[in-house]
Structure formats: structure tokens, C-alpha cells
């Protein structure tokens, strides 16, 4: 192997990660010695699991394909996942969201590693859209149950059952004959939620899938999934999905508009 470099570029890996791991012992010490010896290291997709791996991204922000977060969160709690990120870089680290995603981060290494009229050109050559921070509006929220903890399976699925519904946690930590502040604490250790922050996600889900399918306005689909203040609806789904409910409807629904 190469005994010095400046930048390496891990590319990403298909979802077999224990067998990625086990058969890639040789690299991943690699991987480890070059970062001590200076070297920067960027990461593509999946390819975050490596340098999790070798303990690189150990207290570090990261950000992998938003359908591997889950993943990645139960095998490597020492990673600060950053789930909504298309970028990020700490200490000469870089990760990235994935799947196509990767030409952001090599525009962001040309204009870091040369300047950024050159990024520019290849953004434009290459038809790549510059300066994209965010890949929440591409997520599909499934639930995060790739845990043990039954009770909290439970409780997932009581919310998820719910959507429409206003839910007090403190009785739904009661049904379950554990104190609130306990319940709270096994709901964000095994889905990295509160559950609110999960009730949330739910909700805007559910929201999401009715502006793709359906002519329903804004204020439908709000009531629908609970809401009764526009303002606070709006706010939750950016927060969410980094663009509004109408942004949304026009960029999913060919319909929207007609």
C-alpha cells in the first residue's frame, strides 16, 4: 500500500457492513495509521462504516446515506451522526450523504484543495447543482427500530398507529408503568429521538406521502396529520425536511399547481 498520501477517498460499500468490516482489516489500519501520519480522509456513502471502523470518526460529526443512519447509530455511538447533512468535515474528515450526493462532495474538495471558479466550472460542466447542504427533503422515514428494547417498540408503534392524534407522553410513559423522565431517556438511546422529535417525524411522513399522491392543500393534509396551527405545521416540515409544504407539494406532485 501507498506508505504516504495527502487525501484518501473511501468509496462506499454495499449493506453486507460486518463482512465489509471483517474483510477489510488490512485497510482500515491503514486507514487509521495515514489519518495519524496527517493525511485527510473523505468518505462516500456507506464508506462512513470503515472510518467508523478504524475509530477516525470517533466524537466527529458524520453523515452517511440517510437509509444507513440507523445502522450506523447502533453500531458506532461515539459518531455524532449528523442524519440531515450532505456534507460534513471535522479535523480533516469528510463525510457525505450518499448515492449521488458524492459530486457534492468532490466539487467541495475541488474548491477546497484548488479554488472555487474551478469548482464552478465542473459544477457546470458536469451539471451539478453547488452548495447543496441538505438531503432531508430525499428521506423516508421508516421508524428507527433497529434496537432491542421491546417497550419502546411498543410505544413506536402506539405513535405510529396515532398520527392524527394528540398524544400526552406522560400517559403513554404510564401505560408502560415507567416515569417519564426514564421513558425519555430508553427512547432516545434506542431511536436517537425524543418522542416528540418521533411523534414529529411521523406526522410529516404522513404529510409527505399526501402531497406525492394526492390533490389535497396544505391545510387538508395539516389537519389530517393533526395540526390545527399553519404556522407551527410549516415550521415542523421545514425543520424536517429543509423545504416548506408547498415546496414540497410542487417538487414531488405533477399534479400540484393544477
Known amino acids: 500500500m501507498v506508505s504516504r498520501t495527502d487525501l484518501i477517498i473511501v468509496p462506499s460499500l454495499n449493506h453486507a457492513y460486518d463482512a465489509a468490516i471483517a474483510g477489510n482489516t488490512g485497510l482500515i489500519e491503514w486507514l487509521s495509521a495515514q489519518y495519524k501520519n496527517g493525511a485527510e480522509i473523505a ?14 470518526l470517533d466524537g466527529k460529526s458524520c453523515s452517511t446515506h440517510w437509509a444507513a443512519t440507523d445502522e450506523l447509530r447502533q ?11 450532505i456534507i460534513t468535515e471535522e479535523n480533516g474528515v ?14 467541495y474538495l475541488v474548491e477546497k484543495h484548488f479554488d472555487r471558479t474551478t469548482a464552478i466550472f465542473c459544477a457546470k460542466v458536469f451539471q451539478i447543482e453547488m452548495d447543496r447542504q441538505s438531503q432531508s427533503s430525499f428521506m423516508i422515514f421508516k421508524g428507527q427500530k433497529l434496537h432491542d428494547d421491546d417497550m419502546i ?15 400526552s407522553f406522560e400517559q403513554l410513559s404510564a401505560r ?15 431511536t436517537g429521538n425524543t418522542p416528540l422529535e418521533y411523534f414529529q417525524r411521523v406526522k410529516i411522513e404522513s404529510a409527505k406521502r399526501a ?27 421545514r425543520k424536517i425536511t429543509g423545504i416548506s409544504p408547498l415546496e414540497y407539494r410542487n417538487r414531488y406532485n405533477k399534479d400540484a399547481g393544477y
Do not use: H, W
Not at 43 to 56: M, P, Y
Not at 78 to 85: A, P, Y
Open 153 to 167: 417498540k411498543q410505544a413506536q408503534s402506539y405513535i405510529e398507529e396515532r398520527t392524527a392524534e394528540k398524544i
Open 211 to 237: 402531497f406525492e399522491t394526492t390533490r389535497k392543500s396544505i391545510q387538508e393534509v395539516m389537519y389530517e396529520v393533526g395540526y390545527s396551527d399553519l404556522k407551527a405545521f410549516r415550521e415542523v416540515f
Open 94 to 107: 469528510y463525510t457525505n450523504g450518499g448515492a449521488y450526493s458524492f459530486l457534492n462532495l468532490i466539487l
Open 75 to 85: 453500531r458506532f455511538p461515539k459518531v455524532n451522526l449528523q442524519s440531515d447533512k
Open 176 to 190: 408502560f408503568a415507567i416515569g417519564r423522565r426514564n421513558f425519555d431517556r430508553r427512547f432516545i438511546k434506542a
Open 43 to 56: 468518505s462516500i456513502c456507506t464508506g462512513a462504516f470503515l472510518l467508523a471502523a478504524a475509530g477516525i
